[in-house]
Each structure stands twice: as structure tokens, then as C-alpha cells.
């Protein structure tokens, strides 16, 4: 069970995004995924969660070929993508709501994650009128709402003040009890805060795979290591 990935390759045009990527994550862990811009993060979370289709390779989720089982593999992941692109016209419940029937939920579902997310006092309000903060938690919430064994999340805390991060993250260690995680995001901290292991890519190849600890080795730091391993 969990994730596992198999010789991905992806190019845009000439443009190598990923080289013959290979890792698996087990039930339960909470990776953390670094890269410099450009490393080819996202495409990889976006071919995990069939949002792009990669040129050639494997993703098994749960066991489950995504290429083969695109609908199936989909309902088992949830997903924040980076710059959370959400309807901002629609009241925070109207859209929480709408995803819901989207996946054919109970109604309970959404007052559930709604108060799970510290959603209630805003509930009311349309997303283009909440802070950035509290439009993570919109997305953190339709990406939880279908109660998914995995989560896929892209720089979920991006763009917040430091009140906001500490927040999120709190959000995020609460939800990931439960959850295997991939957490994409340029602030060592929170890989520190949240994650067990790593994994950095750059320029489309993986360059390390291991425990925090072993991650962080001769350095004296996560943004030492980093540095050293993406010159
Ligand atoms: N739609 C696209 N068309 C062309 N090239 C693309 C496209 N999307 C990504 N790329 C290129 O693929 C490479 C990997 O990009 P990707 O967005 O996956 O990196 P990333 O690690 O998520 O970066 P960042 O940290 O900046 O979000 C980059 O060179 C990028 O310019």
C-alpha cells in the first residue's frame, strides 16, 4: 500500500521536467518533497494525481496503476495544488458543498470539515473575501473532504504571514495522524515540523532519499544540505 513510482519520465517539448524518477512511500509517512524552482515538483504531484499524463514510467497507488485506474487511483488522493486555485464568486460552504456532490458526499461531511479546518466563523463568507490564510484552509478542506488515504500538498503555506504558517502547519500535523503525505515546500522548517523523510529533486532527477536525519548528515542544516545537494 501507499505510493509507488516506477522510471517516471515527463518532458514539455524539449524541456526535460523529469528523468526516470523512482521512489515508494509507505502507508502512513510524511515526505517531504524540496527541489530548487524548476526541479520538476509539481509535475511529479500533478502526475501522481493524473492532472498531467508523464511520457513513460509507472504510479501505483495502492497498488492501483493510475494510467489504468485513472478514476479509481483519483478518488484515494487528496490534492492542494500549488496556488490553490479555487471559484472565488462562491460562499466558502457553497463550494465545499459543491465539491462534495462532486464526489457524492454526505451532506454532514462538510459541517464535519468545515469545524475540523477552523473554518466555522467564515463559512459564510465568499472565498475572494477571506485572507490568504483562510483560502488555504478552503483548499486544505476540499482536499480533505473525501476523507483520502493520501495527500498531496504544493506549497501549502506559500504567500502566508508568519501567524498563518504556524497555523497551517499545526492544521496539517492534525490531518496527517492518519494520512501518507507528500508536502512539497521551499521552508526547511516545516520539513523539520512535519516531515519524517526526504525527498530532493533537481533538474528532474531525484539527489537524495532519505531520513531527515541522515538527509541532514555532515551539515548543520536542512538548507545547508539542500545547497550542497543542488549546486
Ligand atoms: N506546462 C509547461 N510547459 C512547458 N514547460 C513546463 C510546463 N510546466 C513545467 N514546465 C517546466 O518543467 C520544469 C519543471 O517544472 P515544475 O513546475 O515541475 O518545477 P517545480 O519544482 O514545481 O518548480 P517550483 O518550485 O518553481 O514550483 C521547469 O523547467 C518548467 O519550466
Do not use: W
Not at 66 to 76: A, D, G, L, M, Y
Not at 116 to 145: C, D, W
Not at 201 to 215: H, R
Request: net charge neutral; with cysteine; hydrophobic share 35%.
Amino acid at each position: 500500500m501507499g505510493i509507488i513510482i516506477k522510471d517516471l519520465t515527463k518532458k514539455y517539448g524539449d524541456q526535460l521536467a523529469l528523468n526516470k524518477v523512482s521512489f515508494s512511500i509507505d502507508q502512513g509517512e510524511v515526505v517531504g518533497l524540496l527541489g530548487p524552482n524548476g526541479a520538476g515538483k509539481s509535475t511529479l504531484m500533478k502526475s501522481i494525481t493524473n492532472a498531467i499524463n508523464p511520457d513513460s514510467g509507472e504510479i501505483l497507488v495502492n497498488n492501483s496503476s493510475v494510467r489504468e485506474n485513472p478514476i479509481e487511483t483519483k478518488k484515494q488522493i487528496g490534492f492542494l495544488q500549488e496556488n490553490n486555485p479555487l471559484y472565488m464568486e462562491m460562499f466558502v460552504k457553497e463550494y465545499l458543498q459543491f465539491v462534495m456532490n462532486i464526489h457524492g458526499l454526505k451532506k454532514e461531511r462538510v459541517e464535519e470539515v468545515i469545524k475540523m479546518v477552523g473554518l466555522t466563523p467564515e463559512r459564510h463568507k465568499k472565498i475572494h473575501q477571506l485572507s490568504k490564510g483562510y483560502k488555504q484552509r478552503v483548499g486544505l478542506a476540499q482536499s480533505i473532504l473525501s476523507n483520502p488515504e493520501i495527500l498531496i500538498l504544493d506549497e501549502p503555506t506559500n504567500g502566508l504571514d508568519p501567524n498563518q504558517i504556524l497555523e497551517i502547519r499545526d492544521l496539517i500535523r492534525e490531518i496527517s495522524k492518519d494520512k501518507t503525505i507528500i508536502l512539497s515546500t521551499h521552508i526547511m522548517q516545516e520539513v523539520e515540523a512535519l516531515c519524517s523523510r526526504v525527498i530532493l529533486l533537481n533538474k528532474g532527477e531525484i539527489v537524495a532519499d532519505q531520513p531527515i536525519e541522515e538527509f541532514k548528515g555532515q551539515y548543520k542544516s536542512l538548507e545547508e544540505a539542500f545547497q550542497a545537494l543542488t549546486k
